[in-house]
């Protein structure tokens, strides 16, 4: 194959351009339309099979109903909406959110907001719900509450309403989430601060960090353990057998909004569990170490190398290289992975103190990619 026909050479960064740009709609803003859908129904004695309804952000948006249906001697109508999460691989994508709206005989102008089956309970503080109330964050729940009202008119002047939200298979869809750490049981979280949802999104997964380090404080703990995924999370439950489970938090590659909420919380503990390639990000400095956002600095792994005793060789060949795996595979063949990633846990620390300074103490644990223990560095290692 001549050099003209060979194919051009493909990064990582590349691969964004296939995902899709598909918006979609919030379980919040889904359930909002199924309640203003059956509201409608009690008013007009039928439920509509389109239903236009206001979103957070003040949009006005159609939505296609199904299964409606009015049950008028007992004051009750129903209607659901499908949830279309655009081109984002969300967990909910396809849920039924369904929507129960009764009649409350005598209680004019009232609006009750409850969950049903599918719709997880709070059972921690820290998220500011009520614990035993339902999970339907603050302002899908003033969206479902402002649809009803916009529409119920003279259902309101002598009798109240009761809205129940439900998911089916709402607890199966929550088995992916972080919900049963947060406290919420039995289902799903109703969610969505503007009711769009934006294809692989992050504002869901940083705002679940800030929630999980709350959830953690207000439970009296006083160590938070961040860690960058599902691997990394089990190691360092390993290594500190002793702390709570909430207080271990996957922060994926949020890392700014990981030690921001440490530091408003005052935790006076903060443990980071990582393994070389997202090592090496918070060496960088970034706030965001997700692939798309900024390749691995190789002059940070080369210059860690040369100074545990790597040769020139190696060290050139590590500065070229694609991954940081490249160079701790290669260094463990020489002995030298322990020396090497303890030199990149100190560098990692002193640059997560020097942005995040506050009254903390930090270590950090490092693992393999099997999730095995490599090393430990505490800040007072790091800083000497």
Known sequence: ????EKPAKVRKGDARRARGNRTGFTTGACSAAAARAATLG???????DAVVSRLPNGQEQSFAVIDGSVEESAGLAHAVIVKDAGDDPDATHGAHMTADVRLLKHRAGEIVLKGGIGVGVV???GLGLEVGGPAINPVPRRNIIDNVRAVAGELLEHDGLEITISVPGGDEMARKTLNARLGILGGISILGTTGIV????TAAFRASVVQAVDVAARQGQTSVVFTTGGRTE????????ALDESCFVQMGDFVKAAFTSAIKRQMPE?????????????CQGLSVTHAWKAEIDRDILAESAQEVGAPADLVDEIRAAETARFAAERLAVLGLAEAFHRQLAKKAIRSLKGQYPGDYHLAVLVCDFEGQYICRVDEAEALA
């Open 42 to 48: 009690l008013l007009l004695s039928e439920v509509p």
């Open 123 to 125: 059972t921690k503080d």
């Open 198 to 201: 934006r294809p692989y999104s």
């Open 270 to 282: 903060v443990y980071v569990g990582a393994m070389v390639g997202k090592l090496t990000k918070m």
């Open 1 to 4: 194959m001549s050099t003209a």
């Open 234 to 241: 089990k190691f360092a439950m390993r290594q500190l057998p």
